[in-house]
């Protein structure tokens, strides 16, 4: 699998930790983005990618700098490679 910016896998565990609940183990919580990883790397992988691709669709995101439209850094890509509009 690609590799992606830190600030892509916190936006990505961001998104997991607040439509999933926390998972509990021997009194000790986890959050699920963790767990999930942890567990199942390549589901978790797989999942990143279409919600990438999803985000990339409606120009949120940008696959050639690794980057989010909402994030501080905007994307300086020709317009080209990053979609028109
Ligand atoms: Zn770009």
């Known amino acids: 699998m690609s590799d992606y910016k830190r600030a892509t896998y916190d936006a990505y565990d961001d ?3 607040e439509c999933e609940s926390v998972v509990t183990v021997g009194g000790i919580t986890y959050p699920a983005s963790l767990v999930w990883q ?5 589901a978790y992988d797989v999942s990143m990618s279409d919600w ?5 669709a409606n120009e949120e995101y ?3 700098c690794d980057t989010f439209q909402w994030s501080v850094v905007y994307c300086d890509c020709p317009d080209a490679e990053c979609g028109d509009e």
């Open 15 to 17: 998104m997991i930790d």
């Open 38 to 42: 942890r567990t199942d790397p390549i």
């Open 52 to 56: 990438l691709s999803e985000l990339e």
């Open 62 to 64: 940008c696959h050639v």
